[in-house]
């Protein structure tokens, strides 16, 4: 194996070491002698996993991903089972979640995962519907020109460009469990491409300057270790940006065929990758319950149907959940079928969810601009 496999052996073990078993609760961080050893293990897994990523991987459809009958209850979720169509399962009234064992193995088994088909377009859409609040939100909260920023789950790479873009004088390290779709980034000059788990993989304290997440955290099954995670990796003052969907405002759709597919579709997603669509409307208690010092929030309606940019993704979220679920033979296939089919109606405009961005600021002193 030579040098470079001697390299890898020991920057695995290091890694292994050093990992932050989030999820688990506990932290175990690099102490200072072994500094010379990380360097090595992060220069090393960066080049490894990025040979990985490009390999690809096989889809995975399970049968636990199907849902199970309702089994009653009384919550809202026990009342859109009453619409007619096959049951949803309840959630949990004190959390707004259903059981965990109703969650499949993470983000890639689930209907969204970048290995199925049409997954980069979608990304694509999201963006485009997105991107122009979040830099509205990136500018109201203050990012210094020369800041080391790190933007976690890049999906298809806008928000690392725009970042790039707003800090003329700073970095990029933009990461995500899967870099495929963003991959050519590595070839810019401030931008760092990295294959990395924000629940399992860390950083050296007091790393960066600003730390963004959009729809990241509602896929994972612990945003507030996490969120703890990302406070350490900044530095006092460091500006963290997170943002995601609150689907609450299907509950009040007055078109019960749009209510039930996507109510299908939260669910869909909760059963397939465990991810939570209501995580938004509980961000900035989250973040402030993280130690942050509140900096502001941006609330937007998404709608559905007005011919607007939000369409083009509806139509390809509702496509993908239809066929996750056609593939697995559910029912629930056709309502999402109904549902995408009144986009384009029209006498048809709904607000389908709130986008939620929340700002803050670790204490600890102001944020200085690295360049100054
Ligand atoms: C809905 S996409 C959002 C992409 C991008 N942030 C955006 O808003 O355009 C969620 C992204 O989070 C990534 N992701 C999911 N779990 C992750 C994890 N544990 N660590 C890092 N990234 C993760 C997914 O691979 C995917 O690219």
Known sequence: MGADGDLLR??????RRAKLHLCDGRLDQFGAEDREARQAAEH???????RAVATGGAVRWEPSLLFRPST???DRHTRYATEGGPSLTPLDPMTSRRPAAEAASGYDAG???HHMTGEQGRLRALEKLWDPFTEHSLRRAGVPAAARCLEVGAGAGSVARMLARICPGGHVTATDIDTRFFAELAAEERVTVLSHDVTQDGFPAGSFEVVHARMVLCHLSCPEQVLAAMSQW???????????????PADASPHPVMRRGLHVAEQTLEASQGSDLRLGRRLQALVTDAGFDLGGMAVQPVLIGDGGPADEFWRL???????????????????????????????????????????GRKPGGPLSDPSA
């Open 10 to 15: 020991s920057a695995a073990r290091t890694r």
């Open 44 to 50: 090393a897994s960066i080049t490894h996993r990025h």
């Open 72 to 74: 009653g209850g009384g």
């Open 111 to 113: 209907a969204f995962s």
């Open 234 to 248: 900044l530095v006092p003052g460091g500006l963290l940006l997170v943002e995601d969907f609150d689907l609450a």
């Open 317 to 359: 979220s509702f496509a993908q959940l239809h066929e996750f679920q056609a593939r697995n033979s559910s029912p629930l296939a056709g309502e999402l079928d109904a549902a995408m089919s009144l986009i384009d109606r029209p006498d048809f405009t709904d607000i389908g969810m709130h986008a939620v961005s929340v700002w």
